[in-house]
Nanobody, 126 residues
Framework: QVQVVESGGGLVQAGGSLTLSCSTS??????????MGWFRQVPGNEREFVAS????????YYGDSVKGRFTISRDNAKRIMNLQMQSLKPEDTAVYYC?????????????????WGQGTQVTISS
């Protein structure tokens, strides 16, 4: 079982920046064998894909709405994944979830992932 914990959420003005972090622990495999991703969800809406990264960090995918503004990265030695968010917009407001999957290539679907954090709230004021 992999434990997943997000941090870094908060309230930011539009145009500002914020960095989310995801730390993991546990699991039978090594951290570097997991692909990871970020999803976000607004109440009443389906969970939306934000970004994902392969085990090595060499492959990254981004949702269309965040492409060019968000950057995903990971540090396998520290078992941490980050999401740098820039040029934030009010429509980026959501609960952001970190996801971990026992696969080498990153996925874009919620069903691709096996472990989830509790989420961290990001609120962008206009």
């Amino acid at each position: 079982q992999v434990q997943v914990v997000e941090s870094g959420g908060g309230l930011v003005q539009a145009g500002g920046s914020l960095t989310l972090s995801c730390s993991t622990s546990g699991g039978s495999g090594t951290f570097s064998s997991y692909a990871m991703g970020w999803f976000r969800q607004v109440p009443g809406n389906e969970r939306e894909f934000v970004a994902s990264i392969s085990w090595s960090g060499s492959i990254t995918y981004y949702g269309d709405s965040v492409k060019g503004r968000f950057t995903i990265s990971r540090d396998n030695a520290k078992r941490i994944m980050n999401l740098q968010m820039q040029s934030l917009k009010p429509e980026d407001t959501a609960v952001y979830y970190c996801a971990v999957g026992a696969m080498l290539r990153p996925g874009k679907e919620s069903s691709d992932y096996d472990y989830w954090g509790q989420g961290t709230q990001v609120t962008i004021s206009s």
